[in-house]
């Protein structure tokens, strides 16, 4: 019987499908439903969303992180980006975030430990490279985001880095993650990141391509607001994943069934 060799084959294995939806459900009842329902934006990598320029290097990685950090719903948080070579600080800072974590109109009325604002480092060299700039931010601000919830990531502590990276997708942030992922399999490579005016990633392209499929059905997004962005060797695959996607009604279903806040 030769019938089998004429159905598609899925786009990734089951275990990473399931493992993608169940971050999404996890995002979706830690960092607000109803923000990411009504307010979170598919961010696109352009100067309608990253308007302005600025002379330096500092200020303009400190234009690229305020339209970052307003886009991920965090603006209300108390950031400070620091100076390209500037000690970071030995003792991480106590989250006791008080409020909404996510919102447009947020406020915080409790910060961190001695009420220093939150450190953001990033590499200077990456001012070139934009897309890859917006996700490391991105990233930062996701794993902040996620150590401030109290329900543990899927997958444990051995998956965190791969779960923030799913994380920022869900914030809107998927396109960026898409085009600037290096194609490596292994979940756990901490050191596959490159060149240093490249990123360092832990997920697949693949991987974040169905995240970033999974944002845009959840949102009813159309496919063609998408494929203009991503890179082009990524869009049939994106394509497959959609289809994957709404052929699951099932989980889909039950991502939609999460309440709003």
């Given at each position: 019987?030769?019938?089998?060799?004429?159905?598609?084959?899925?786009?990734?294995?089951?275990?990473?499908?399931?493992?993608?939806?169940?971050?999404?459900?996890?995002?979706?009842?830690?960092?607000?439903?109803?923000?990411?329902?009504?307010?979170?934006?598919?961010?696109?990598?352009?100067?309608?969303?990253?308007?302005?320029?600025?002379?330096?290097?500092?200020?303009?990685?400190?234009?690229?992180?305020?339209?970052?950090?307003?886009?991920?719903?965090?603006?209300?948080?108390?950031?400070?980006?620091?100076?390209?070579?500037?000690?970071?600080?030995?003792?991480?800072?106590?989250?006791?975030?008080?409020?909404?974590?996510?919102?447009?109109?947020?406020?915080?009325?409790a910060a961190v430990h001695s009420t220093d604002p939150i450190p953001i480092p990033y590499d200077p060299n990456l001012i070139g490279n934009p897309e890859a700039l917006i996700a490391g931010f991105t990233q930062t601000l996701a794993h902040y985001l996620g150590s401030a919830v109290q329900e543990p990531s899927p997958g444990?502590?051995?998956?965190?880095?791969?779960?923030?990276?799913?994380?920022?997708?869900?914030?809107?942030?998927?396109?960026?993650?898409?085009?600037?992922?290096?194609?490596?399999?292994?979940?756990?490579?901490?050191?596959?990141?490159?060149?240093?005016?490249?990123?360092?990633?832990?997920?697949?392209?693949?991987?974040?391509?169905?995240?970033?499929?999974?944002?845009?059905?959840?949102?009813?997004?159309?496919?063609?607001?998408?494929?203009?962005?991503?890179?082009?060797?990524?869009?049939?695959?994106?394509?497959?994943?959609?289809?994957?996607?709404?052929?699951?009604?099932?989980?889909?279903?039950?991502?939609?069934?999460?309440?709003?806040?």
């Open positions: 019987m030769l019938f089998g060799l004429f159905f598609a084959k899925p786009p990734l294995d089951e275990e990473s499908v399931q493992w993608l939806f169940e971050v999404f459900a996890w995002a979706l009842r830690n960092c607000d439903a109803g923000v990411f329902y009504d307010e979170t934006l598919l961010v696109r990598p352009t100067n309608d969303h990253f308007p302005g320029r600025e002379n330096s290097v500092h200020g303009m990685a400190q234009l690229v992180f305020r339209e970052t950090a307003a886009y991920a719903g965090m603006g209300h948080w108390p950031f400070r980006l620091m100076e390209p070579g500037a000690p970071f600080p030995s003792e991480p800072p106590k989250l006791e975030i008080r409020g909404p974590l996510r919102s447009s109109g947020g406020t915080v009325t444990g502590l051995q998956n965190w880095p791969q779960a923030t990276e799913v994380l920022a997708v869900f914030l809107g942030f998927g396109l960026m993650f898409a085009n600037t992922a290096f194609n490596f399999q292994s979940r756990s490579c901490g050191s596959c990141g490159g060149p240093s005016a490249q990123r360092q990633a832990f997920l697949s392209q693949y991987d974040v391509t169905y995240a970033l499929a999974l944002f845009c059905v959840l949102k009813g997004i159309p496919k063609s607001d998408v494929l203009r962005h991503l890179k082009k060797s990524l869009r049939p695959y994106f394509k497959r994943c959609v289809r994957d996607i709404e052929s699951r009604p099932v989980e889909l279903d039950a991502l939609k069934a999460i309440p709003k806040r």
